[in-house]
């Protein structure tokens, strides 16, 4: 059974370029949520999607969007990149959760962006 | 609001002594409690969780955490350290009545170094 994988593994990107980073969640989960890990700093959530829709979002500007497919695959898209938008970008996959039911998060190995 | 605070950045120990990470959460909610270890270069794996039932949880590799309400703390331990557990460790926050969403909230990290 795969896990959840991510791709690509790194990238290098210029100030002011577009990048998307793509998702695949763990077989059987339908709820993927992105996370920002800039360098020595825990994970920041920056938007979480369910049923192709996004249903929350952290404290990241518009420039961070992103969309589900059918297949519950995701893709993170930031636009006019910034030397601060350099870091580790997690994804975490997860059955939708029901009130009262936590269900625990499967992280992918990540992609790692650089902005130069 | 949730937040959580791991009170060290830092902690060293000798192969075959005990571990101890300290972890205090706030939550507005009844909060569910999760341990991730981050190995140098790979994703996040889930070391165990709290959501609701025994307060003192056990995980894998001989980890364990106890919940306790009182104190808003959930420490991580374990009797022995081996050379493999040195990592970077994060205590993790979420609600388990958020509405059904459960985006993680997550401490700075410690970083643990064991020593031969």
């Known amino acids: 059974d795969a896990g959840v994988t991510q791709s690509p593994t790194h990238l290098i990107k210029t100030r002011g370029q577009q990048v998307t980073l793509r998702c695949s969640p763990k077989s059987g989960h339908d709820t993927v949520s992105w996370y920002q890990q800039a360098l020595g700093q825990g994970p920041q959530f920056i938007f979480q999607?369910?049923?192709?829709?996004?249903?929350q979002r952290g404290n990241f500007p518009d420039r961070f969007s992103g969309h589900q497919f059918p297949n519950y695959s995701s893709e993170l898209n930031v636009n006019a990149l910034l030397l601060g938008d350099s870091a580790l970008y997690l994804c975490?996959?997860?059955?939708?959760?029901?009130?009262?039911?936590?269900?625990?998060?499967?992280f992918g190995p990540g992609t790692r962006l650089t902005v130069t | 609001a949730q937040s959580v605070t791991q009170l060290d950045s830092h902690v060293s120990v000798s192969e075959g002594t005990p571990v101890l990470l300290r972890c205090n959460y706030s939550?507005?909610?009844?909060?569910?409690l999760f341990w991730y270890v981050q190995h140098p270069n790979k994703g996040l794996q889930l070391l165990l969780k709290?959501?609701?039932?025994?307060?003192l949880v056990k995980g894998i590799n001989g980890f364990e955490a106890e919940f306790k309400k009182s104190e808003t703390s959930f420490h991580l331990t374990k009797p022995s350290a081996h050379m493999s557990d040195a990592a970077e460790y994060f205590c993790?926050?979420?609600?388990?009545?958020?509405?059904?969403?459960?985006?993680?909230?997550f401490g700075a990290g410690t970083r643990l170094a064991v020593h031969p």
């Open positions: 975490a996959s997860s059955l939708g959760s029901l009130q009262g039911v936590t269900y625990e998060q499967y």
């Open positions: 709290y959501t609701s039932a025994a307060t």
């Open positions: 939550s507005s909610y009844s909060p569910s």
């Open positions: 993790v926050v979420t609600s388990r009545f958020s509405g059904g969403y459960n985006k993680l909230i």
């Open positions: 999607y369910y049923e192709e829709e996004e249903r």
